[in-house]
């Protein structure tokens, strides 16, 4: 500024002796690139969208990028009129299955459960929009979601509020507005943890907390005033011979982050057997439900963070 205190810094620390170019791109992408190198990523120094705010945009990445050991994920503003950073951040976990965590400060609030090749389960983008494309990449080099327009004449962007919700906005002529499309957590089910372990969310019973079949609340009294934090005890014990497991349909994955990722190239049927010939293994699942579903997960400890969407 005019006393010459420096007010910001793209960090970067590599040394170039070429001529370099600030750009603004027209997916809002501000790069620094040696100036030759126009059509080239190589030749990007650095990029706001490694950096993100409280927005992502169109082929905007969030998640790890493990070759240059960058996390981006976005931080809330502190007040609608403030924009330095507030308490709230939405964060991709990459231990066990891949998830996002909304955090208030360090305190997960809601998960988004894992990616099942289509979208993640626990948050309400289910909607197949004929004008977006979503991408979630897992491989030596990334771990991230993005999305895309098909459809260039709409815009669509997502928020994390000051308040701590995740919010879709899209613009759509003639209304020459930014209109709500949804939201996230948005019903009490989308708390996270909301319902201790062995028991699932439903937004449609009362109370809300509901043991999974064999289980009964921990706490039968606190259970009975709708305080389900406590959750449920398995009312016989596994023997590991002659054991059998319940399906569970229309549900968001258990919280994946001490999840065993058995093999990839696996079915279901597979899946099950590995699991009943572990003692340790409670619950399985696929990992893409894709074409009858493939690749497979374990849960060997408790099964927390349920929630039921049959019916909504």
């Not at 990449?137 to 308040?163: D, G, P, Q, W």
Request: aromatic share 12%; proline share 5%; hydrophobic share 30%.
């Amino acid at each position: 500024d005019h006393s010459n205190t420096l007010v910001w810094s793209t960090n970067r620390t590599r040394d170039t002796r070429s001529p370099m170019v600030a750009e603004l791109l027209d997916n809002g992408n501000f790069v620094l690139r040696v100036s030759s190198n126009k059509n080239d990523q190589g030749g990007i120094l650095w990029q706001s969208f490694d950096f993100p705010t409280d927005t992502l945009f169109p082929q905007m990445k969030l998640g790890w990028d493990l070759k240059a050991g960058i996390n981006r994920y976005l931080i809330s503003w502190k007040s609608p009129n403030d924009p330095s950073s507030g308490k709230y951040s939405y964060k991709l976990e990459s231990q066990g299955l891949p998830e996002f965590f909304l955090y208030n400060r360090d305190s997960p609030t809601h998960r988004s459960g894992p990616w099942d090749g289509i979208r993640f389960s626990g948050i309400p983008d289910k909607q197949q929009l004929d004008y977006m494309v979503y991408n979630f990449t897992e491989n030596k080099e990334e771990v991230a979601y993005m999305f895309s327009m098909t459809n260039h004449s709409i815009y669509s962007r997502l928020t994390l509020s000051s308040i701590g919700t995740f919010e879709r906005f899209t613009w759509i002529p003639p209304s020459w507005q930014w209109n709500l499309l949804w939201s996230s957590p948005k019903h009490e089910c989308d708390a996270y943890e909301r319902c201790g372990p062995y028991s699932y969310c439903d937004v449609n019973t009362s109370p809300i907390c509901n043991c999974i079949e064999g289980f009964d609340p921990m706490n039968q009294q606190q259970w009975d005033l709708s305080n389900g934090a406590g959750g449920c005890l398995r009312r016989t014990q596994l023997s590991c011979t002659g054991d059998g497991f319940l399906r569970l349909q229309k549900m968001k994955l258990p919280d994946t982050v001490e999840a065993i990722v058995v093999d990839r190239r696996i079915g279901i049927k597979e899946c099950e057997k590995r699991c009943q010939i572990d003692c340790n293994c409670t619950a399985f699942a696929n990992i893409d439900i894709q074409n009858g579903g493939l690749g497979c997960v374990f849960w060997t400890k408790e099964l927390l963070d349920i929630r039921n969407y049959a019916v909504e």
